[in-house]
């Protein structure tokens, strides 16, 4: 099945600046992060402790959003890779592309009472393409379909030319094994691990130009898919986008945060050049990851504003019975300053929501009101077909303000019933 990642991205290429296509992918790869913890905190209790999901509930999970059909990729372990993709099959009649961590530098090498990750960073690979590929060492050639064929390579620059020369080093050698065996891949472009290695106010700076000067020497077919990057504010993200066009970029969403943090950031990035977005914790940490997916997309079709994502998100989970992890208060308020071009790092509250004038005629679309709950019941007609395709996602250009409408309503409708 073509898969919507290739077509998004042959839209992005035909038509950089023109093009709305984005694409949002789900990182569920922090087994290759952080150990027992990697699944998330257990709904349940336990004389107080904590307790964490087991992986088997991570991938039921993984199984569930690649049923729902909203994201574009799906990043998991070769392990999960392995599991789902090659054993199961799960991704065989569907949109979204499967792919799997390629490397994972000692940054990313968390344990309970560890210390690895707080030093500089080391690159290190345990997966092998191969097991990504066909899900064993020496794959034949037709055998190389049958996994995942798109892969997450890191980076971590810390200003030390010693070490940094060795980043680069692999990095050339996983390159050129990827091209050798077809395996695409796309960059993540990680801060420094290490205090000071960069002046503050230089960071988004430092890391343009690295960007820039590592794929200086990388012709096309060497080249990744697209970036995955820190977002570090309008600035630094509108001088990476006009500087290649064609360079694909996106961002990590980092911490979970507050779920306007998350929404906020998603617009934001998207707004000043960004195409990408990998959220994992974000992701994992939602009280209901099914209803936040929606709205990451809802956000990225223009639907929705981040403020009203979040009122309605609360809708849809109290509508669920489901406990939110803060007030509607706590929620709607934006605790970074990446969003400002001076990266204040105030912690700002959004504005309560503006009572929207009527219609002036009959003949005049309904005001939208995502935070109701009566909005995802409403029988609703489907979207015109000429107006919208399973694949590369519904044509806002060419649908009415109704349809845009009865599109999202009854996408909700779907996911959370009525």
Request: with cysteine; aromatic share 6%.
């Amino acid at each position: 099945m073509q898969k919507s990642l290739d077509v998004k991205l042959a839209e992005i290429h035909a038509d950089p600046s023109g093009s709305k296509a984005f694409i949002i992918a789900d990182a569920k790869d922090a087994d290759m992060a952080f150990g027992m913890g990697s699944a998330g905190v257990s709904p349940e209790r336990h004389d107080g402790e904590v307790r964490f999901k087991t992986l088997a509930e991570y991938r039921q999970q993984i199984r569930e959003i690649v049923q729902q059909g909203v994201v574009d990729i799906m990043l998991m372990s070769a392990h999960t890779n392995d599991l789902l993709t090659i054993q199961e099959r799960i991704f065989d009649k569907s949109h979204i592309t499967p792919a799997a961590r390629a490397n994972d530098t000692t940054d990313v090498h968390i344990a309970r009472g560890g210390r690895t990750y707080q030093a500089p960073a080391m690159p290190f690979r345990s997966a092998a393409l191969d097991h990504i590929q066909c899900g064993h060492l020496d794959c034949e050639t037709g055998e190389r379909h049958l996994g995942a064929n798109l892969g997450l390579y890191s980076v971590t620059f810390n200003n030390d030319p010693e070490r940094d020369l060795e980043v680069l080093r692999q990095f050339k050698l996983f390159r050129e094994e990827a091209e050798r065996k077809q395996f695409r891949y796309f960059l993540e472009v990680f801060d420094p691990n290490v205090a000071n290695a960069v002046e503050p106010e230089l960071l988004g700076a430092f890391i343009n130009d690295l960007v820039a000067r590592s794929l200086a020497g990388v012709a096309r077919a060497g080249r990744p898919a697209f970036l995955k990057i820190v977002y570090h504010g309008p600035k630094a993200m509108e001088e990476l986008v006009r500087y290649d066009p064609h360079l694909v970029v996106g961002i990590l969403g980092g911490s979970a945060g507050t779920t306007l943090d998350a929404f906020q950031l998603i617009h934001q990035a998207q707004k000043y050049g960004a195409r990408v977005a990998l959220f994992g914790r974000k992701i994992n940490q939602a009280e209901n990851q099914l209803a936040f997916i929606e709205f990451l997309r809802l956000i990225t079709d223009g639907v929705v504003s981040p403020e009203e994502a979040v009122r309605a998100y609360h809708a849809v989970l109290e509508k669920l019975g489901l406990r939110p992890h803060r007030t509607l208060d706590e929620d709607l308020t934006l605790k970074t300053g990446v969003m400002s071009y001076g990266g204040s790092g105030k912690t700002i509250s959004a504005p309560p929501p503006q009572p929207k004038p009527a219609p002036e005629s009959t003949a005049a679309a309904p005001a939208a009101k995502p935070a109701e709950a009566p909005a995802v019941k409403e029988p609703v007609a489907p979207v015109a077909a000429p107006n919208h395709s399973p694949l590369a996602g519904p044509n806002f250009a060419k649908m009415t303000s109704a349809e845009k409408l009865a599109y999202h309503r009854e996408r909700l409708k779907r996911m959370f019933g009525g």
